[in-house]
């Protein structure tokens, strides 16, 4: 009884073990997708308010276009046929992301 006691703490020590790995893995990955969107926008702010409108568009237009480079031909999934209908939307209305979609087509 006491050896089956054993083995029950030690497997539960491990489960909290991967799951505090899978916790902070998935910490990790939404730290660098928030750093990524920091700096983008502080660049994007930095155009914005010397004036650059246009760089301002252009730039935040890239990472749009390497969305639908990237996912546009994949199994739709409910979040990714949501972005890629604004995309579709933005792409018609604003000129500069229909440029910048056209660039990523190889």
Same mark, same amino acid.
């Given at each position: %009884?006491?050896?089956?006691?054993?083995?029950?703490?030690?497997?539960?020590?491990?489960?909290?073990?991967?799951?505090?790995?899978?916790?902070?893995? %998935?910490m990790e990955t939404m730290e660098s997708?928030?750093?990524?969107?920091?700096? +983008?926008? &502080?660049?994007? &702010?930095? !155009?914005?308010?010397?004036?650059?409108?246009?760089?301002?568009?252009?730039? !935040?237009?890239?990472?749009?276009?390497?969305?639908?480079?990237?996912?546009?031909? !994949?199994?739709?999934?409910?979040?990714? +046929?949501?972005? !890629?209908?604004?995309?579709?939307?933005?792409?018609?209305?604003?000129?500069?992301?229909?440029?910048? &979609?056209?660039?990523? +087509?190889?």
């Amino acid at each position: %009884m006491a050896g089956l006691a054993i083995g029950w703490y030690a497997g539960r020590g491990q489960a909290r073990h991967e799951t505090t790995e899978a916790v902070q893995q %998935m910490m990790e990955t939404m730290e660098s997708y928030d750093a990524a969107e920091a700096v +983008t926008s &502080i660049r994007a &702010i930095g !155009l914005v308010e010397s004036g650059q409108y246009q760089k301002a568009s252009e730039y !935040l237009s890239k990472p749009i276009a390497v969305y639908e480079h990237r996912f546009g031909h !994949l199994q739709p999934t409910e979040e990714r +046929t949501n972005v !890629l209908q604004k995309i579709k939307t933005a792409a018609a209305q604003f000129p500069v992301v229909a440029r910048a &979609i056209e660039q990523q +087509t190889p």
